[in-house]
């Protein structure tokens, strides 16, 4: 019923920049927010940025270089991504919370993944 698609990822130098988008479609009804994650390997999936309304909220790693945005007309959020680490690199996960005209709110749908990868 919801499908997340993602694109961006691919590899990068340190110190260099990437834009992830995640585009959103099927029978959905209402967003309550979108976000990214990612995990990298060995790590367990952590919490990248989150944007709900017009609040977004940002891990503590990222903060001062990424930035997540919505365009709300296009059900799509993305991730501005500047002075990469190579400690960024991991599959960057897209998140929704929604609800859609067959179901309630589901906190837990998730997109394919991108990789990112960030060469020192």
């Known amino acids: 019923q919801v499908q997340l698609v993602e694109s961006g990822g691919g590899l990068v130098q340190a110190g260099g920049s990437l834009r992830l988008s995640c585009a959103a479609s099927?029978?959905?009804?209402?967003?309550?927010?979108m976000g990214w994650y990612r995990q990298a390997p060995g790590k367990q999936r952590e919490m990248v940025a989150t944007?709900?309304?017009?609040?977004?909220d940002y891990a503590d790693s990222v903060k001062g270089r990424f930035t997540i945005s919505r365009d709300n007309a296009k059900n799509t959020v993305y991730l501005q991504m500047n002075s990469l680490k190579p400690e960024d690199t991991a599959v960057y996960y897209c998140?929704?919370?929604?609800?859609?005209?067959?179901?309630?709110?589901?906190?837990?749908?998730w997109g394919q993944g991108t990789q990112v990868t960030v060469s020192s």
């Open positions: 944007i709900t309304g017009d609040i977004a």
């Open positions: 099927g029978a959905i009804l209402s967003i309550y927010s």
């Open positions: 998140n929704l919370d929604a609800s859609t005209y067959f179901s309630r709110r589901n906190p837990d749908y």
